[in-house]
């Protein structure tokens, strides 16, 4: 039938083509891992249910929401349409301020409180990022 050079290329071709298939399967589940979602707070309200996979919430920090207890940071986020509450613990940046833009990284608890382990305000005062422009200019 066929020759053993054909066989043996045969083979060679198969297992190339069985290591790229899984290390692209491989890579892209460890890209999966590190995949962050970005929800606005009426994306929130609005969610089927409620997993623990780390997710980062946008919007404005309210007027008159922050509150400072034994080395945790409280503050609500809005969208101005809905809010959500948000408890941190840890190094607070230096921009971080009522009626600025925020974007904290964490786990959602419920529809109405979140647990944040990473705050980003890392930027200008003038500087929005571009999910929460876009969450603000639908509402």
Do not use: C, Q, W
């Not at 959602?108 to 876009?134: C, G, Q, W």
């Amino acid at each position: 039938m066929y020759g053993r050079k054909v066989k043996l290329r045969f083979f060679f071709v198969f297992l190339i083509l069985t290591i790229l298939s899984l290390s692209i399967f491989l890579i892209l589940k460890s890209l999966e891992e590190n995949v962050v979602y970005f929800k606005s707070p009426t994306e929130i309200k609005i969610l089927s249910e409620i997993n623990n996979n780390k997710i980062r919430i946008g919007g404005m920090v309210k007027e008159n929401s922050i509150l400072i207890e034994e080395k945790k940071l409280k503050f609500v986020v809005t969208d101005f349409k809905n809010e959500i509450n948000v408890v941190y613990s840890g190094v607070i940046p230096n921009l971080f301020a009522e009626g600025k833009g925020v974007v904290a990284e964490g786990f959602l608890k419920d529809r109405s409180f979140f647990s944040a382990t990473k705050i980003l305000a890392k930027h200008d005062e003038n500087y929005m990022p571009p999910e929460v422009k876009k969450a603000l200019e639908e509402k």
